[in-house]
């Protein structure tokens, strides 16, 4: 089985910002695909939970796309619209990424994820305003100084 990385889907109406996964194997059957993802995102790997459809607004869901002409199937997390920053802006964006520094595992922060998304070469239309605005909101540099003060403060 093969996962694929955190990435951004583009659609042609606008720009989701969720993580997608490719998942791809003959043997595993779909629900045991998005058993594991759904399990990958609430790290819990390893702990034999079953993927349910919960209704609060937290809860991560698990999707599928069929209709791509690159790929079979892809499944992919996504959250309530509730649970969603309806029009993200960069201030709320850099303010959540900083915030998010202290509650999240290390590397698993908004900060980390932009900087990881950044080196593998995504970047949306908000990239630069969102890495801009987390440089001023923490009076930094780069983003790399934005997360050792955030870890500090």
Known sequence: MVIGKITLLFTKFRINFIQIEI?????????????????RERRRIG????????????????????????????????FRPEGKIAHPTAPDLAKYAIQSVKNAEKGK??????????????????????????LKQTGTKSLREALQKAMTE
């Open 109 to 134: 922060d908004g900060i980390s994820y932009l900087m990881n998304a950044i080196a593998s070469g995504i970047k949306t239309p908000l990239t630069p305003d969102y890495e801009a605005e987390i």
């Open 23 to 39: 998942l791809i194997s003959d043997p595993v059957s779909e629900d045991d695909a998005k058993d594991m993802l759904w399990r």
């Open 47 to 78: 702990s034999g939970e079953k993927y349910s459809e919960d209704t609060s607004l937290n809860s991560v869901l698990v999707r599928k796309i069929v209709d791509d002409p690159r790929v079979e199937t892809v499944f992919y997390t996504d």
